[in-house]
């Protein structure tokens, strides 16, 4: 598979591209990454150097591809963190391009807007464009619980409360929709969960609740998640895969008691992860 992939870089550390780029390549797939920013490391520390690149340098990069004539073997176009709307422009015009090239490539998107305890951080303006713009356009979109709130206008505090902010997600245009991070008041409070669904069919996956908090780990969720569905074309097994390398990825991080997720030295867990979980239909 060939991935247009356009998310931030950090130098230091693993988010954004630096977080997803590497593992769809170690599960064999070729990454034409463009770059968003380039920092010296993510802003959780607080500090970090470097540059917000613009709409149109995103469009130059793009273009340059399209100049090499590879854009019709594109399979699928993957988006995260966008900095401004101009940036979401970008995007969003890329998508287009590559589909009016391939009509049978798709558009993953992570609509980063927030996260539950932490509310909104990003800048004003993104969230809406997101559920406005970016989302609609979207074939699978991988929220977590804050942002499916957010997205569907309800409160998800249950199991049932969750399929219905599914459908209405889907009402905006997303044929797949993947949430992440995802607790309601029946998981148990050792446990952390994933939903799928295709508007159709809807699949959890429950794994322990690790003590770590950081940084990247949805940006490697959503493309795990979207290179196994591109090959399989199975939400279900996608997301067994998905989430049991994330699960791999995470315990390992834990266990080493590091700041950042351990993208190269856990790169096993992308092949053959260590505990494979499954599926439960919901």
């Not at 593992?23 to 770059?35: A, F, I, K, T, Y």
């Not at 015009?93 to 589909?99: D, I, Q």
């Not at 997600?169 to 797949?176: A, D, F, L, T, Y």
């Not at 990825?249 to 260590?274: H, N, Y």
Request: net charge negative.
């Amino acid at each position: 598979m060939n991935i247009l992939s356009i998310q931030s870089w950090v130098a230091y550390g693993h988010v954004g591209n630096a977080s997803a780029v590497f593992p769809m390549q170690r599960l064999g797939h070729e990454v034409w990454s463009v770059n968003t920013v380039q920092f010296s490391n993510h802003t959780g520390y607080g500090q970090w150097r470097g540059q917000v690149f613009s709409g149109e340098a995103i469009r130059e990069l793009v273009t340059g591809i399209e100049e090499r004539g590879v854009l019709p073997r594109c399979d699928g176009v993957l988006s995260g963190y966008m900095g401004d709307a101009g940036i979401g422009e970008a995007i969003l015009e890329a998508a287009a391009k590559v589909r009016s090239l391939n009509p049978d490539t798709l558009y993953c998107c992570d609509p980063v807007i927030g996260d539950v305890g932490r509310g909104v951080f990003v800048r004003p303006g993104i969230p809406e464009f997101m559920r406005d713009r970016t989302v609609p356009a979207a074939d699978i979109i991988t929220p977590n619980q804050f942002e499916l709130e957010y997205l569907s206008g309800m409160s998800v505090q249950s199991l049932s409360e969750a399929v219905a902010a599914l459908k209405h997600v889907h009402s905006m245009g997303p044929r797949i929709v993947l949430v992440t991070s995802f607790r309601t008041n029946e998981t148990p409070d050792d446990a952390i969960e994933m939903l799928v669904s295709d508007g159709a069919q809807r699949f959890r996956v429950r794994t322990p609740l690790l003590p770590l908090s950081i940084n990247g780990a949805g940006d490697a969720i959503a493309a795990l998640f979207f290179v196994h569905y591109l090959v399989t074309r199975d939400i279900a097994a996608s997301l067994v895969k998905a989430a049991s390398s994330i699960y791999g990825l995470l315990k390992r991080t834990a266990e080493a008691q590091s700041r950042e997720i351990l993208t190269v030295a856990a790169q096993d867990e992308f092949v053959s992860p260590t505990t494979l979980f499954q599926a439960e239909s919901i």
